[in-house]
């Protein structure tokens, strides 16, 4: 399973987060080991940009943050040019970001469903499944 950003964030901030069920049970199911969770690397950029800009966060909760996200049944993977080449295609023929579409490029790659909250941003493909958070 391919999650994204959204989906991280609601694991390491549940102030007033919408799904946190949902997200919670992902997690669960990843550390009782019936999926693996896999996001790209630049997960972690928008994960810290969000951190840094949106939660105002003390130096001291970052670190606790950091602690738990790294923590997390997760596993990064490095973009290979392979993949860079799949994140540009899919980017420029969906009229998406080359963020949104990386997300997308590494579900393709793993045949594996990508569960995001921002479906509009990254639902636009039918050859690789996108599910929202919400029907997990």
């Known amino acids: 399973v391919i999650i994204d950003s959204s989906v991280i964030l609601k694991w390491l901030s549940n102030d007033n987060e919408k799904y946190i069920d949902v997200a919670d049970k992902i997690l669960q199911d990843a ?23 949106s939660k105002k966060l003390s130096p001291k909760q970052a670190r606790i943050i950091f602690n738990k996200f790294y923590n997390l049944p997760l596993s990064f993977i490095l973009e290979s040019e392979k993949l860079a ?52």
Not at 31 to 44: D, N, R, T, V
């Open 31 to 53: 550390q009782k080991g019936k999926i693996e969770l896999l996001a790209p690397e630049l997960a972690k950029y928008e994960v810290g940009n969000v951190l840094l800009y």
């Open 85 to 136: 080449n799949e994140t540009y295609n899919i980017a420029s023929k969906l009229g998406i970001t080359y963020y949104d579409a990386s997300f997308l490029s590494l579900a393709k790659q793993h045949e594996a469903i990508l569960v995001t909250e921002n479906i509009k941003h990254q639902g636009k493909t039918a050859e690789i499944k996108v599910i929202s958070l919400a029907d997990y």
